[in-house]
């Protein structure tokens, strides 16, 4: 069964930085995209940021400039850099993927999700 | 960006009901249009894919149509393990995105 587990979650002030971590069990995240899906308290699905198996990235407007998505292929682990934390960057954190890469970027397989708590 | 305007954002209904929810895209995204399910504490649950396939394992009370700029997500004969959040999300192009949900209580 695939397998997506995200680490790196916690407690950080405002304007500090967090790096999580999404290990891919099962299948190769050189052969699939990864996205980071958050969800605020309380609040609906917001999409984040995507790294595609050529490597090429994208961002949501709201953390462009702020967040960086990368991957490691050695350790099968993709990582979301977050800088500049803001209070409103607060929820549960999902890696994700579409396990049979259809092209139609559905997701398929997600991760447990990790929370991120901004505040003073 | 497109933005995916989801209604109606609540909903009461009974078990034995016929419920449906709407999904309209600012700009076209062909059958690029998927749907979940997301009940409190868990990860979403795929539905339907690419607007009217129903994914492995979902019972076939569920289904979808559409194309263009709008999305309809049928439950006929809602059961209580229905009752929940629904999502729709665009994958036509990045940044993709999310309806903000409409959430499905017992009347």
């Known amino acids: 069964e695939v397998q997506l587990a995200e680490t790196g979650g916690g407690l950080i002030q405002p304007g500090g930085s967090l790096r999580l971590s999404c290990a891919a069990s099962r299948f190769s995240v050189s052969n699939n995209y990864i996205t980071w899906v958050r969800q605020a308290p309380g609040k609906g699905l917001d999409w984040v940021s995507v790294?595609?198996?050529?490597?090429?990235?994208s961002y949501s407007d709201s953390v462009k400039g702020r967040f960086t998505i990368s991957r490691d292929t050695s350790e099968n682990t993709v990582y979301l850099q977050m800088n500049s934390l803001r209070v409103e960057d607060m929820g549960v954190y999902y890696c994700?993927?579409?396990?049979?890469?259809?092209?139609?970027?559905?997701?398929?397989?997600w991760g447990q999700g990790t929370l991120v708590t901004v505040s003073s | 960006d497109i933005q995916m305007i989801q209604s109606p954002s609540s909903l009461s209904a009974s078990v034995g009901d016929r419920v449906t929810i709407t999904c309209r895209a600012s700009q076209y995204i062909s059958n690029y249009l998927h749907w979940y399910q997301q009940k409190p504490g868990k990860a979403p649950n795929l539905l339907i894919y690419?607007?009217?396939s129903l994914q492995s394992g979902v019972p076939s009370r569920f289904s979808g149509s559409g194309s263009g700029t709008n999305f309809t997500l049928t439950i006929t004969s809602l059961q209580r393990e229905d009752f929940a959040t629904y999502y729709c999300q665009q994958g036509f192009s990045p940044p993709w995105t999310f309806g903000h949900g409409t959430k499905v209580e017992v009347q």
């Open positions: 690419t607007s009217s």
């Open positions: 790294i595609f198996s050529d490597g090429s990235t």
């Open positions: 994700a993927t579409d396990i049979g890469n259809s092209g139609y970027y559905y997701i398929d397989s």
